[in-house]
């Protein structure tokens, strides 16, 4: 899977960094989305539905929605949406009323939302343990049954991740101690649980952010 990185996941992608690095270039906003009134019927919430991410989406925005057809504020949820890019993708950021991102999509050339990913805590993912959240404890991640690892490669490197129900997990590299760090860049094996104490969620997306 294809994929890079912003905001809340900034963090991590200093480990990836550590491990290869890119620039990121901005783009047009705006002209991209549509009015919120010309989307109304798509983009009414069920008031009592849940505004957590799932494999496929997190309230109105739903993998493979195609770009020019996300609303630019919808009541309830976010409050704006800016346009970006990275040399990977072009990145959709969805905002609070302060103008801080809540999650961000990643459209791979395509024209259409292949990755969410959290930002911040503002949403999170329900599991049988109740929610995970951006700043959780990475432990509660390594407890969830049928959690496992996976190797993503980064061009000549790459980084370890921890999948579940088609959700990707990531820690926090702030604070992260040297000996994990070095292990989340080894693929013959990744890190073990015991080598996550203190260390927090810091990823949360249907995919990896490159």
Known sequence: MKITKLMAWSVLLLLAASC??????????????IDSAEMKEEAILDTEAALTLTADSIGCIHIG?????????????YASTVLDSTPDAQTVSFNDANGD?????????ESKVDVIALNNSTYGVSTPDGDL???YDFSKVLALPGVKSEWQGLDDTGTWWWTWH???????????????ATKMCD????????DFA???????????PY
């Open 166 to 180: 088609g959700l990707w997990f990531g820690p926090d590299e702030a604070g992260m101690p040297e000996q994990l």
């Open 198 to 208: 203190g260390i927090k969620i810091g990823y949360i997306g249907t995919g990896t």
């Open 133 to 135: 959240r951006i700043g």
């Open 65 to 77: 929605m195609p770009i020019d057809r996300i609303p630019q504020t919808v009541d309830g949820f």
């Open 101 to 109: 991102p809540i999650f961000t999509a990643y459209d791979f050339m």
């Open 20 to 33: 290869g690095s890119g620039n990121s270039k901005q783009a047009d906003t705006d002209s991209a989305f």
């Open 187 to 194: 693929s013959k094996r990744p890190p073990m649980a015991s």
